[in-house]
């Protein structure tokens, strides 16, 4: 604020509550081959029922990556998917498929169709498109047409066009489950579109496009609209003065040419995986993915999420050995495999391993099906984080029980899992009449350290993004006591009242001129050492029963 030059009053409001934020961490991110639904695209689901409607439910090829999706939401409800495709095309209304990964590949091809199926895939097949134009010469044009009953009245002439001298430029567009893909009920109605229009900058009542290209593209589920259709002649045009005669525009398509090729290449997997990398734009806790991959080997793609998210150093990867590594194997075999494979993951308190497949039901097919873990290994943190906080173990009996599980393929007994533990692994184990339970908790370093734990690694995930967070309303100001104290009142009230949580057993913030000495402070920086010492999970617990003489006195023995 400026100088008063005379006398007078200024009111000046100087902001002392800033505060350490609250961060998200709970959000899975998943990448995998699913039957529909946008590609390379980043999506947010929060439930299965979500999943299913926006991706498509699962066939014998995909379940393995809907069913794996679809473990995490039994535990979280913010899951981020991403679908990879191999050679899966559109279907389109002029029988020549063509690939429409996602809206920004759509603004980016000139169409010869009409109309295109929304997402690549064979669902696309079974989608036909009906429209009825505005046809004063014939009235008969809509009362003919087999879709009529579904509308209220003919279109005709939109508000919008009358009062700027056009006219006959209304259209009902409506889409088919033709061959009952969709809803188990061949020519099931899908969608209907009433009264849209023919002129490109023709608006509804509440200043929204009106013009059925921009309509269909924005709210149809199923289609784009592609080419201006040849029945639609003046489609495109203005609504002042045009006549949109549209003589004998009932027409009917059946799209047809979608392909789907679901078995994914490693190439083709790590590419969607890689759409999780930008920790500025995208913003993940909890990466897993499925490591199998159709003609490549599963340790390339476990290492891209691994070196993901250790690279991101906001999230934790969760990996799985292959099914085949466990199913249908030995116990020393399944042992063999899984270590085989944990040796060749990278060592990182960013990763973590679990040691089985797992058999679950899929609903959609009425089959049981084997998936990895990673989903659930994934979801049991999110749990954990709804239950408790992110700083506690997802392992054991209280927070570490699978849910929906039938079966697990590989069993550890107790020297297994002494192997695997060893090997980085956290084994999953089934106990009588306790249930499936995941029954360790290390990240997969090599490194001894209190980073080799899943909770402790998580807690600073937490305390890294709040903080560096809160730090960024730092840049930019003086760096002198003012500014300094101001950072250390924001960010110990915070670490106080995750200790009260149980997630630190001390810590302390120096900023001071200690550590920002005139060099720090004429090279722009600024520096703030904050040293945590992290609550510890326990791992080994020993019971001591000691038997003593009845006249012995216990104060004597223990020592007291």
């Not at 505060?19 to 959000?27: D, H, L, N, Q, R």
């Not at 398509?253 to 920790?279: H, K, M, P, Q, W």
């Not at 998936?371 to 979801?379: D, L, Q, V």
């Not at 090599?446 to 909770?455: L, V």
Request: proline fraction near 3%; charge should be negative.
């Amino acid at each position: 604020m400026a100088f008063q030059v005379s006398p007078g009053v200024q009111v000046r409001e100087i902001d002392l509550t800033n505060v350490v934020p609250a961060v998200s961490t709970s959000i899975g991110g998943f990448a995998g081959a699913f039957n529909w639904g946008p590609v390379e695209e980043i999506v947010s689901v929060s439930s299965e029922k979500e999943l299913a409607s926006i991706f498509g439910t699962p066939d014998s090829i995909t379940a393995q990556d809907f069913l794996t999706a679809a473990s995490f939401l039994q535990y979280g409800s913010a899951l981020k998917v991403v679908r990879a495709a191999s050679g899966n095309l559109n279907a389109t209304s002029s029988g020549a498929g063509v690939l429409v990964k996602n809206r920004d590949s759509y603004d980016g091809i000139t169409f010869t169709a009409s109309f295109v199926a929304k997402y690549p895939g064979i669902l696309g097949n079974s989608l036909s498109v009906s429209f009825c134009a505005a046809d004063s010469a014939d009235p008969t044009t809509f009362t003919d047409w087999s879709h009529a009953g579904r509308f209220n009245s003919a279109p005709s002439t939109s508000s919008y066009a009358e009062a700027r001298g056009g006219s006959n430029d209304e259209m009902h567009v409506i889409v088919i489950d033709e061959d009952g893909l969709w809803t188990g009920t061949p020519g099931s109605v899908l969608e209907t579109f009433a009264y849209l229009s023919q002129a490109s900058d023709a608006k509804s009542e509440d200043g929204s496009s009106n013009y059925y290209k921009d309509v269909i593209n924005t709210r149809s589920q199923y289609i784009w609209v592609g080419a201006l259709d040849s029945s639609l002649a003046e489609a495109g045009s203005t609504a002042a003065g045009t006549n949109f005669d549209n003589s004998g525009s009932a027409v009917s398509y059946s799209l047809s040419s979608g392909t789907d090729d679901n078995n994914l290449t490693v190439g083709e997997r790590n590419l969607a995986i890689g759409l999780f990398a930008d920790s500025e734009t995208v913003d993940i806790n909890l990466l897993f993915g499925v490591s199998g991959a159709e003609g490549g080997d599963d340790v390339s793609i476990a290492n891209n999420l691994v070196s993901i998210a250790t690279a991101r150093k906001d999230c934790v990867a969760f990996v799985s050995p292959s099914i085949e590594s466990t199913v249908g194997k030995t116990q020393s075999d399944a042992l063999a495999a899984v270590k085989a494979f944990a040796d060749d993951v990278s060592s990182s308190t960013y990763a973590v391993i679990d040691s089985t497949a797992l058999k679950v039901y899929d609903k959609y097919n009425d089959v049981y099906r084997w998936i990895p873990a990673s989903g659930h290994m994934a979801g049991l943190c999110a749990n954990a984080d709804n239950v408790a906080d992110a700083w506690f173990s997802p392992a054991g009996f209280t927070r570490g029980n699978l849910l929906g599980v039938t079966k697990i393929a590989f069993n550890p007994n107790k020297n297994a899992r002494d192997t695997l533990y060893k090997a980085r692994v956290n084994p999953i184990a089934s106990f009588p009449g306790q249930g499936i339970s995941l029954f360790g908790d290390k990240t997969a370093t090599n490194k001894p350290s209190a980073f080799d734990r899943i909770n402790v690694r998580r807690l600073f995930i937490v305390l890294e993004k709040a903080i560096s967070t809160a730090a960024k309303y730092q840049l930019f100001e003086f760096n002198d006591e003012f500014t300094r104290a101001m950072f250390r009142n924001m960010v110990e009230p915070f670490l106080r009242d995750v200790k009260g949580r149980r997630g630190i057993t001390d810590f302390a913030v120096i900023c001071d001129e200690t550590n920002n000495t005139g060099d720090i402070i004429d090279t722009n920086q600024f520096v703030a050492d904050i040293y945590i010492k992290p609550a510890r999970s326990i791992n080994f617990i020993t019971l001591n029963f000691i038997a003593t003489r009845t006249g012995v006195e216990f104060s004597e023995i223990i020592g007291q």
